[in-house]
T-cell receptor, first 115, second 112 residues
Framework: AQSVSQHNHHVILSEAASLELGCNYS??????LFWYVQYPGQHLQLLLK??????LVKGIKGFEAEFIKSKFSFNLRKPSVQWSDTAEYFC?????????????FGAGTQVVVTP | DTGVSQDPRHKITKRGQNVTFRCDPI?????LYWYRQTLGQGPEFLTY????????KSRLLSDRFSAERPKGSFSTLEIQRTEQGDSAMYLC??????????FGEGSRLTVL
């Protein structure tokens, strides 16, 4: 079955540590890739997206992600996290053959940043 | 607040009852999407509208589910004869064409 896999369900790290969240997808065709974040008690927000071009994309709040086509991966990174980065992070894929806005989400990674 | 708003935020109902959720998208957005999110999972696509036309429905949307967007503005999602398996967060999102999706805070349904 086609799917989006996020490697870790929970990550706990200290402030100033580096963060990397893995995301792999199993679709063979052209895809649009997204990372969303959900802060406690808030709605899903777009962190960054990749459609084409430079495989290293930068998003809001110092986040970046790298698309590696050969590995079907789109990993999210941040060099130095802050307590305010505590949130749930979702990777999502939109197949180019699918309707815009029809996203396949991973199960999410809960990130807790301790002071 | 000019974001996507959903009502009610929480709904507790007994099995077999009907429930309706409302979504008010960002005013100029012509596309509206419904997703469902169960505990420990990411959101799953249910359906979407372009203006008032419902253009796609997921197979997850059984015949007990119906969504409408009568005037191309707000949308309703009705679940008839609720089952315990319907317990979930129902998310609405909107976009202007193929632009960024903006999500609401969701309507949480608990079926007893």
């Amino acid at each position: 079955a086609q799917s989006v896999s996020q490697h870790n369900h929970h990550v706990i790290l200290s402030e100033a540590a580096s963060l990397e969240l893995g995301c792999n997808y199993s679709y063979g065709g052209t895809v649009n890739l997204f990372w969303y974040v959900q802060y406690p008690g808030q709605h899903l927000q777009l962190l960054l997206k990749y459609f084409s071009g430079d495989p290293l994309v930068k998003g809001i709040k110092g986040f970046e992600a790298e698309f590696i086509k050969s590995k079907f991966s789109f990993n999210l990174r941040k060099p130095s996290v802050q307590w305010s980065d505590t949130a749930e992070y979702f990777c999502a894929v939109n197949l180019a053959t699918d309707s815009w806005g029809k996203l396949q989400f991973g199960a999410g990674t809960q990130v807790v940043v301790t002071p | 607040d000019t974001g996507v708003s959903q009502d009610p935020r929480h709904k507790i109902t007994k099995r077999g009852q009907n429930v309706t959720f409302r979504c008010d998208p960002i005013s100029e957005h012509n596309r509206l999407y419904w997703y469902r999110q169960t505990l420990g999972q990411g959101p799953e696509f249910l359906t979407y509208f372009q203006n008032e036309a419902q253009l796609e429905k997921s197979r997850l949307l059984s015949d007990r589910f119906s969504a409408e967007r009568p005037k191309g503005s707000f949308s309703t999602l009705e679940i008839q004869r609720t089952e315990q398996g319907d317990s979930a967060m129902y998310l609405c999102a909107s976009s202007l064409g193929a632009g960024e999706l903006f999500f609401g805070e969701g309507s949480r349904l608990t079926v007893l």
